[in-house]
């Protein structure tokens, strides 16, 4: 896969932001492991990153990541290996893994996903198991995948601390792939078994304004890292509350924030030059799948919604209510592939670079939203090379491990243990995996400070 292309005109200071990151990387990759020391990661995340040249920053951090098949099968032994420290983590004598999934069946591209998933555990030595909380699902069943692939969903049970299978089957680790949106269900409630992500990281309570103030503090001790102004990777942000889209109620102070915002960013574009027209992005504050989202360049723009656009704004996944949004700077995308705005996905596990793709959408602009309807994804077809630093197996035992598998697929090395090479080609996918584990240790933070 070629990887997608600039503006010209938006090419200079990429190069030149790409350029600081990697004369800082010993110096980047050093305070990465100091901060692994600090905050504990989560098991597992994926990032939106968004390109302007003279911006990149993460714009969405996900905890319950559902794209694991739109991944590069080819680093199945990366991402293996990134899951055997995982689990470890998590449970040192664990054996087995059991995943709870989302409820919907009827997505086979979604069950796909959880196959693609399970995969990778399986392939670090785990036994997988699906334990499901749709009260459809009453006896194991079986249900085929978009690509033709079988899985099978097994009721989850309740028995004193502990969740299991009809058999007894109750492993330590119990993983998280739903994010929670209906609620936290009570047959997970203060059990005993290790759960990941903690139930206090589903979107019953998780706002993305939280995971926000949390990259603010994250962002601005490595912008001074590296000599940085900390706006180049952190977007602004407020959180208004108070909102009924069908009654109309909060549009007024929904556009009085919009229009703080544009006033920001635009004393900020004429700081440094930049003329694009600044555009807010406003989106439901918890929530997934890129439901309740607009993106506005007037506060004229969320006055006086018609219906189906209120109806849009009104309810995210599982028919939720949305009350409060995050106003969010925008952030352009000027990379494309094969003339189709683009952007890039980044997976993690634990503390490390796992892979991603580019969602690539021929119907959406450069300062629209990408997750929707249309969208398609390109996997990298390359690793995310990431230095020897905690954002790749760190022991010298699992170093060795992951470029044994890597040497036996023939794939070329973009680094060897104990060093780095980073060639013209990686240096935007290094910038990326940067980026997304900014995220993931504002997530780490995030969830320390939510904890009950």
């Not at 714009?59 to 680093?75: T, V």
């Amino acid at each position: 896969m070629k990887l997608p292309v600039i503006d010209n005109a938006y090419l200079p200071p990429l190069q030149a932001f790409e350029e600081k990151i990697l004369k800082n990387h010993a110096a980047i990759e050093n305070w990465f492991r100091g901060q692994w020391r600090v905050h504990k990661p989560p098991f597992y995340g994926s990032v939106d990153i968004r390109n302007a040249g003279y911006k990149m920053a993460s714009i969405d951090m996900n905890l319950f990541p559902g794209g694991f098949n739109n991944l590069n099968p080819h680093f199945i032994p990366i991402a293996a290996v990134a899951a055997q420290d995982a689990v470890q983590r998590a449970c040192a004598s664990a054996k087995s893994v059991l995943i709870v999934p989302e409820n919907h069946t009827r997505n086979t591209f979604y069950l796909q996903n959880v196959y693609a998933l399970a995969d990778i555990l399986r392939s670090a030595g785990y036994e997988v198991r699906l334990g499901s909380l749709n009260p459809e699902v009453t006896e194991p069943t079986e249900f085929q995948t978009a690509l033709g692939d079988t899985i099978l969903l097994e009721p989850l049970q309740r028995s004193g601390n502990r969740v299991s299978l009809a058999d007894g089957f109750s492993p330590c680790v119990v993983l998280l792939n739903n994010d929670l949106s209906a609620g936290i269900p009570e047959i997970l409630k203060g059990v005993e078994q290790t759960v990941l992500p903690p139930l206090h990281g589903g979107w019953t309570t998780r706002r993305k304004t939280a995971h926000f103030a949390a990259y603010d503090r994250v962002a601005e001790d490595f912008a001074k890292l590296i000599g940085i102004d900390v706006w180049h990777i952190n977007p602004y942000f407020e959180q208004i509350g108070g909102l009924d889209f069908q009654e109309r109620e909060g549009e007024d102070a929904l556009a009085e924030a919009v229009e703080r915002m544009l006033a920001k960013i635009q004393a900020k574009y004429d700081e440094k030059g930049i003329t694009d027209k600044p555009f807010v992005i406003v989106k439901a504050d918890a929530g997934t799948y890129g439901m309740g989202v607009m993106s506005v360049k007037s506060a004229d723009d969320v006055r006086g919604l018609n219906r189906k656009n209120r109806n849009k704004m009104a309810k995210v996944k599982e028919g939720l209510e949305v009350t409060e949004v995050i106003v969010q700077e925008g952030i352009y995308t000027y990379e494309t592939l094969d003339g189709a705005v683009a952007e890039p996905v980044v997976y993690m596990m634990d503390r490390f670079v796992i892979g991603g793709f580019y969602r690539v959408h021929e119907g959406r602009g450069t300062d629209e939203n990408l997750n929707a309807g249309g969208m398609v994804f390109v996997p990298l077809s390359q690793s995310i090379p990431t230095g020897n630093g905690d954002d790749t197996p760190d022991s010298p035992e699992s170093c060795k491990r992951v470029f044994e598998q890597w040497d036996s697929l023939g794939m070329p090395r973009s680094q060897d243990c104990g060093s780095v090479h980073i060639d013209n080609e990686s240096n935007r996918l290094y910038v990326y995996g940067v980026m997304a584990r900014l995220s993931l240790l504002a997530a780490a933070v995030e969830l320390e400070t939510a904890a009950p």
